[in-house]
């Protein structure tokens, strides 16, 4: 899984950072719902809802806004 990096602002670090999220590999996450008949989608959404969120790339922070 990869990182997708944005700039934003950290509320913990009250300043202008970088922010970071792991991205979801949707190709595979379908070839392996089709592969397990529709059991795999619970591992899908699963890793979408835990891994959705941006966070500071320095402090590790999720509150993080102005994402541009
Ligand atoms: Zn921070």
Known sequence: MGLQYKSGFCKKCDANRKVERPTVNHIL?????????GLWSIVWIGSVIRFGGWRCSTCGSTKVSKIS
């Open 29 to 37: 996450h379908l070839i392996l719902t089709i592969v397990t008949v």
